[in-house]
Each structure stands twice: as structure tokens, then as C-alpha cells.
């Protein structure tokens, strides 16, 4: 069982030097995501009552593509930046001792600070809950929102911790052996979310 | 086998830059509102100190804290063998608590090297004899590339006592490593005879090469050198060797000064120019802190170590 | 006592040939030889030498009994093929004096696995202040006739041109330790590309050469014999060579571990490697190799230096200097000279039993091996390469910094005046 499937791991880069399955299927491409997206903003909105206070968090990797693709998705709707930073789980995840020492990514939360701010931790896919575990007691450590909220754009479930998100681009039902990709332009190229099945 | 940090020279460029990558993250939470990481929870960290240094072993211990690894110094002054316990019976010691990681500082070259064959955890050299300092370096290059950029045909000016520094030598190697252009300038008698193997120019005339220079270390004039013959008198090592005002200010506008510390102002250094904006000397202090943090971080934070090498028996 | 027929051994590493020995001495030498009653050692395939000698070796005793001593460090001796050891003389007490020279000769005479000389002190406590009592020395039981103050240079010029001037009365010779004591005050490693890497405290090669080039000008002006021990560098050698060609009757020995191991050694500070002198370049190794080859330097001597292995198991600038080389002398030096086509085994028995006997002006040893010679021999198989294994070893101690390397030959059987010490490469 390769554990860089079994948990997303965002900020790792074992997820990309493996092959992807062979015959991965694309559950959401580009204008489905654009359109999560938007949608997503608008619920954070219409839930924060206008986002006044509202502050993004991308976790690393791509959860920090989609913040900020989030947060010009809020402008263009209320007319006015929104602030939004990173904020890398690395240090703080419970399976550091499993894996050599990792690289670190940044963390740079928006220059507006987190406290009293309700801070909406975005990430790309959310899956046992650990990583989004780690990002709260990251953030902890950065200052005490008001609130904290999630935002994922997709939920394959198999959840190891009692987490939800707030907000969800796609539930996507999965089983275990199968592995969840989520490739973005800034990162990869192009927008696709793709499911395949763990090479045996 | 393990890794360590014994030698400047065990870093690849890769892990050197990974390193003063880390550190930077690292320097990061020093501005946080909680100035600690839980990332090397029930990881235990020895500081064994065989000479003293309190600023070396106050820095790692801050590092390890930030960590929050659990940190034990065990200070042993004077000489192994002839005041007590050997070497090998503290690394047994060591070894029978459980250190995750020793940080040795030793009056003795090698002793790391020594007592990584003797400890399952990983060492770093926290300074060995007049062998290497190899943390000082990464603070070192830590805090260049902080204020000038990538480091890579950079040109670093070291003055001083090369013979019997481990910071000079760890700074050659380092800064070879990182692409950097490295001159030793000392009087003939602190050289060492071969350093003309060294990936680096050496001079006599410090004069010569300031104007040329991005960045210049003063190493710390030892008192035991004064009196053995090295150089004629203080006043004329100073003259001819210390960093003045009318030194200071042939230097480029961009160049900055550094000194590991701790100081001899008046010296290798005029006080006015330690005490310049183009100064780091404090800086150097913090920064230890941060690389530091990123070389405990990169050796015990994983099931293995990401940087080092292993030494062989 | 038994007599001995040595079947087919390579004399020399000659042709094949049968050796009697009867009553001490050999008896007969040639093709084929019958003796009724005589015990048969198979020896084909063997090279027979002449008894090695050394004349440099610490057996500790008396004072460091824990390191070694002369029971122990004779079984090595015998071990290695040696038939006559010369006793350095910084024990404890020092070897200064008529009565400490006499226990230590008696101690070997009476563990009997090869001869005993002791090297008596050139100075008092070799301190280097005073003249010990060398007369005295030289004539006791002992006859000591090789004077040093080994571990410590005769660095005082006028100390050292009375040395050499007061032993010519009896024959001797002063073996200077050439260590000019001011520029290797706390020197740990031959100074240069390694040690200024290392960190670790320079011992310039001028420091032996300075005070080996006052030594023969010394030697020449006084007209007396100088014995230079453990020449370690390139340029040593060439003073010597010009010595020589001057005619000042100077000799000079190298050891197994300088012909064989460099600085680079010390690479991973392991003070197995830690020695004085310190182990030089490469290329000094190339010039001591050349020397021996073409007798610039006289002989091989082993500076077989035992230590406990807590003396060892320490920093490099802590632990002590030496390493043990008595079983393993004529292994490195056929890897070093015979492998290298740099000398043959006759020229191997020049260098390690017949040179070094003459400069101690022992009578008995180095003899050529032929009729009516005492029969000190030493049997040998080149042929096995195996590893070294310190734990095998006869000696006290176990610093050897040949410990897993793989060396050849083996010695099979040594004979001293007609008995064998070691048989089958089993003590007797």
C-alpha cells in the first residue's frame, strides 16, 4: 500500500514521482472546475455574510493555486481583494517519522494576520482529514482566527479523523485502492481531476 | 549507518541549498506569535560541550527547543582522557539515553568523526579543534544570501588566523560549494603550508583585495597567538590585517561585514565598523538560530536524515 | 638436541636445497642431503632467510607490562621470523643504566624465543641533558652497543656530538630519533595537504631532516657512527644519500608502515594510523621504497610500538603514537619490495637480518646461510595472501593499522641456533 495514495499529501512530492495509473479517468476538467470554484466563492460569501473578515489559506501545494484562484474569484465578485497567503503542514504532520526529512514549503500568511479573521484553509483534496489536522495546529501557531473553515475541491471520503469541510467542489465516492489526482495549469499544466487505480 | 554533519565538505550543493532553504522557513516562526514548532517532539538532542562556548551551545539549544526536541547538556570540560571519563564511555553514555542526535563541540579535531562511529544518532559538529565549524558556515552563507542574493560568483573575503580556523575552513568549503569566489588573506605564518589546494585564492595584501569584495569575514585574533611568534605585535597585526574605518570605506557600497564572533574590536575590527549598518555580526547571532534549526530539522525529522553522510567505522 | 633436515627450501628464493642443522649451527647446505636421526621439515616451496633482526622494537618492559613485554613481544618476534630483537630503552625505569639493561637482556633470555639486546639510553632518563652511563652499559652482560634516546630527539648539538664521540671507545652507535623538538610541538600529522584538511597540527618533514643533516655533518666531523631510525621522507633520504657519498659512516632504517601506508591514512581520524614519526605522501613512501631498494637506507626495522586499546580508542590528538609491526614486517615489505620488483629475497635478507646485525655488531646474527653459519633461519611461503587478523596476533596489544587488509606470505618456521621457535606457524 503506497501511503502517498492513501493520504493526498499536498506538500510531499512522493505523490508525483509515481506513475500515474495507466488508464486514470478525468472526473473534472477544466470548466467543471472553474466552476467549482466560483460556486465555492459564492457560498463563502453568502456564508460569511460578504467575506468581510475573510482571510484564505492555501495548504502546499495546490491548495495554494486554488486560494488563490479563490480569492480572484471573490474579487470579481464583491469588487475588492481579498486577502490570502500559505501556510505549509509539514512540520506539524503525524507521519514525519515514516518518511525521510522533507522539504519545506512556505508559509506566508497575507500581511492582515489571522487573528480574529475567519481564515478558510483551502486544499486540494480531502481524504483521511490528517493533513487538514496539521494545518489547524499550524495555524494555531500563526494566531487565533475567530473561525476556521474548509474548502476543498474534492471529497473522496475515508475520513481517519473527525473533520468535514465547509465547503466541497465535488464529492467524489472512491474506494481505498483507488488514487485521486488533481492537476492545475500553474502547476501542471492544465486543470484535471483524475481517478485512477493503485498499480499493484 | 546514520548521517551527520561532521564536514562542511558533506554537503552537496543540493543539500546546502536545501538547507539555507529550510532555514529560511525556519527564520520565519522566530516573527510568529508562537516561536515553536512541534516537529521533533520526543526527539532528544545532547548537547555535549567539551569547550566552552556559550554562544554556540545557548543557539543550538534555542534551535532544538524551537523544535521541541528534548535537549540534555552534558558539558565536559578539560580533556577527556586525562580528566575522566574517555570519549567513548560518554558516547556509550549517550548512546544507553537514547540521543536522537548529538551536537559535540571539541577542543580535539576528528573527535566527531569519532564519535559518530561510536553513537547510533546523528552527529553534528559544533566545532572540532582547528578542524571545521561546519554550522557556522551555513550561518554564514545563510546570512550572505539574505542580503545578497544567490551566492553563486560571489566574491567573500576571509581574514585572519586561516591556520588555525574551522570557521575559515568550513566557509571555503561551503562557498566553493555554493559557487562562490573565495579569497584568504593572512600573513604567510596563519596559513596553512598546502593551502594552495584549497578551492580558493589566497593574498597577503588585504588592501588589494577589499575593493573586490562582496562580503568580508574578520576571523577573531586568538589571545595564544599573540604570544607565539605568528606576527610581530598586535599593533602590526592590526595595521596591516584589521578591518579600520579607512578599510571600511574602500569597500563597495553593497559589501558587507562579518565576523563569527566574538569580537576583538580594536583589533581585527574597529568598532565603528562593527557596529555599521553593513554589519551583520548581529544578525549572524539570529541566523544561527534559523540554520541551525533547519540542519536539526533535516537530520532528525524523518525516518532518515535528508543531508549528510554516513561515515565509515 | 634434535637435528633438523629442511627439505627443498628456496634459499635465498634460489633454487631448491636441503639444509642440515646440527648443534646451533648449519651444518650442511646442498642437494639432497640424508641425516639419519634428523627431524624433517618439509620445506618446498619455501624461501629460506637468514634469522630476521630488528633493531627496533618497544617490549615495554619493564614499566608498561600491560602493553607488552619481553615474553610476549619475543613470541611475536619469533612469529614474524625475527631471531634477534633490539629492546628500545624508554621503559620505565629508563634503560640508563648497566642494571636495567641486564633485566631486560635476562628477561629475554630466559623467555628464549629470540635473542635480546638491549638499546641502551644516550641520555639519562632520556631527558637529553646528561650522558648515561653508555661504558657501563656497554660493558655489562648486556654489551649493549646501540645507544638511543628513542621517542625523544638528542636535539642539543653538544650532547649529540658526545654521544658520538664517547661510544667509539666500545664500537657503538648512537639511532637518533630526528625530531627537531621546537617545530613539532604538538605536531599530530606529516604538515601538509592532509593536515592542513584535517585540522590537525603539522609535522613538517624539515623537522627530521634539519637534525638528521647536523647529525652526519656531526658524524663526519667526530668520525664516529651515526644510525638514523625510522626515516620517514623524501628529503631524509637524499641528505643521507649526499652523506654517504661523502663517506660519513651513517646507516639508516625505514620501517614496514612507512614503506607501506601514507597520510592519507588518517583520513577518518583514526589514531590507528597516529605514529612518529607520522605517516608521510605518497611520494615519500615511492623515495623510501627507492632508498631501500637501492640501499641509501640500510634496513628495515619494525618500531614495533605496542598500546593497550584504550590508548587507541580515543581522539586522534589524545592517543598515543606507535603501532605493533613485528608480525607483520616481512608480509609488508614483500608487498612493498618483492612485489614491486624493487628487491629480491636475497636482497630482503640484507636489508632485514645481515645489514641491521652488522650495525648492531651482532656476531651471530645475519649470517649467510651456509655451512658452519649459526643456524638462525626463518622459513617462509609467499604464496598465501590472507587478511590480517589482529586477534591472531602474539602481541599484547592489537594496534595494528594493517587490521583487515589483506597482505602475503606467511611465516612457516623459525629457527633459532638449531631450535625451532615456531613450527608449522605455531610457536614452539
Known sequence: MNAAFRDPDPGGAAERTVDPDPRPKAVLEGPDIRRAMTRIAHEILERTKGGADVVLLGVQTRGVTLAARLAAALQEVEGRPFPWGSIDVTMYRDDLRMKPARALGRTEPPPEGVDDRVVVLVDDVLFSGRTVRAALDALGDLGRPRAVQLAVLVDRGHRELPIRADYVGKNLPTSMRETVRVLLAENDGRDEVLLGEEAR | MNRHLISAADLSRDDALLVLDTAEEMAQVASRSVKKLPTLRGRTVVNLFYE??????????????????????????????????????????????????????????????????????????????????????????????????????????????????RVARSNVLLLATLGAEVTLVAPPTLFPVAVGTWPCEISYDLDAVLPKSDAVMMLRVQQERMNAAYFPTVREYSRRYGLDAERFARLPEHAIVMHPGPMNRGVEIAAEVADSVRSTIVEQVANGVSARMAVLYLLLGGSEPAIGKEVSP | ???????????????????????????????????????????????????????????????????????????????????????????????????????????????????????????????????????????????????????????????MRRALEYVKAFDGVVAQHAQEPRLTEGAQLNEGEMSAALGLRGWPAVAEEAII????????????????????????????????????????????????????????????????????????????????????????????????????????????????????????????????????????????????????????????????????????????????????????????????????????????????????????
Request: proline letters at 5%; aromatic letters at 4%.
Open chain 3, 1 to 159: 638436541m634434535t637435528a633438523y633436515l629442511i627439505t627443498g627450501a628456496r634459499v635465498l628464493g634460489g633454487e631448491p636445497a636441503d639444509l642440515l642443522l646440527e648443534d646451533g649451527v648449519i651444518a650442511a647446505v646442498g642437494r639432497n642431503l640424508a641425516a639419519e636421526g634428523a627431524e624433517r621439515v618439509d620445506a618446498a616451496g619455501l624461501v629460506a632467510l637468514p634469522g630476521l633482526v630488528d633493531l627496533h622494537t618497544h617490549l615495554r618492559e619493564p614499566g608498561r607490562e600491560d602493553a607488552e613485554t619481553v615474553e610476549t613481544g619475543t613470541r611475536a618476534a619469533a612469529l614474524g621470523g625475527y631471531t634477534a630483537v633490539h629492546a628500545m630503552a624508554n621503559t620505565d625505569p629508563v634503560a640508563d643504566t648497566a642494571g636495567v639493561v641486564e633485566q631486560v637482556w635476562r628477561l629475554g633470555r630466559e623467555a628464549g624465543y629470540c635473542d635480546v639486546h638491549p638499546v641502551g639510553a644516550v641520555t639519562e632518563g632520556i631527558r637529553g641533558e646528561q650522558l648515561a652511563e653508555l661504558g657501563a652499559m656497554a660493558d655489562s652482560a648486556a654489551r649493549v652497543r646501540v645507544f638511543s634516546d628513542d621517542g625523544h630527539c638528542v636535539s642539543d648539538a653538544v650532547i
Open chain 2, 52 to 165: 566552552d562556548s556559550t554562544r554556540t551551545r545557548i543557539s543550538f539549544e534555542a534551535a532544538a527547543k524551537r523544535l521541541s526536541a528534548d535537549v540534555i547538556n552534558f558539558s565536559a570540560k578539560g580533556s577527556s582522557v586525562s580528566k575522566g571519563e574517555s570519549l567513548k564511555d560518554t558516547a556509550l553514555t549517550l548512546e544507553a539515553m537514547g540521543a536522537d542526535g548529538v551536537v559535540i563541540r571539541h577542543g580535539a579535531s576528528g573527535a566527531p568523526h569519532r564519535l559518530s562511529s561510536w553513537v547510533r544518532g546523528s552527529v553534528v559538529n559544533a566545532g572540532d579543534g582547528t578542524h571545521e565549524h561546519p554550522t557556522q558556515a551555513l550561518l554564514d552563507a545563510f546570512t550572505m544570501r539574505r542580503r545578497l542574493g544567490e551566492l553563486a560568483g560571489r566574491r567573500v573575503t576571509i581574514v585572519g588566523d586561516v591556520l588555525h580556523s
Open chain 3, 213 to 428: 643533516a647536523r647529525d652526519v655533518l656531526l658524524a663526519e666531523h667526530v668520525g664516529s657512527r651515526l644510525h638514523v631510525c625510522h626515516v620517514s621522507t623524501a628529503g631524509s633520504v637524499e641528505i643521507i644519500r649526499w652523506a654517504k657519498s661523502r663517506g660519513c659512516q651513517v646507516t639508516a632504517e625505514v620501517t614496514p608502515h612507512h614503506l607501506f601506508l601514507d597520510d592519507r591514512r588518517a583520513a577518518g581520524y583514526d589514531p590507528i594510523f597516529k605514529v612518529n614519526p607520522p605517516l608521510r605522501t605518497a611520494d615519500d613512501v615511492a623515495a623510501l621504497r627507492h632508498a631501500l631498494a637501492d640501499g641509501t637506507v640500510d634496513c628495515v626495522a619494525t618500531d614495533h610500538a605496542p598500546h593497550p586499546v584504550e590508548a587507541k580508542e580515543t581522539e586522534w590528538a589524545e592517543a598515543a603514537m606507535g603501532m605493533i609491526g613485528l608480525e607483520t614486517a616481512l608480509s609488508v615489505v614483500q608487498e612493498a619490495m618483492i612485489e614491486t620488483g624493487l628487491l629480491d629475497w636475497a636482497g630482503v635478507a640484507d636489508r632485514m637480518s645481515a645489514a641491521p646485525a652488522r650495525i648492531g655488531r651482532l656476531a651471530g646474527q645475519g649470517r649467510p646461510l651456509a655451512a658452519g653459519s649459526p643456524a638462525n633461519l626463518v622459513l617462509f611461503d609467499p604464496s598465501p595472501r590472507r587478511p590480517v587478523d589482529p586477534a591472531a596476533m602474539a602481541s599484547k596489544s592489537r594496534n595494528t593499522p594493517y587490521a583487515g587488509l589483506t597482505l602475503p606470505g606467511r611465516v612457516v618456521a623459525t629457527f633459532l641456533r638449531g631450535r625451532p621457535t615456531v613450527l608449522e606457524g605455531k610457536l614452539q
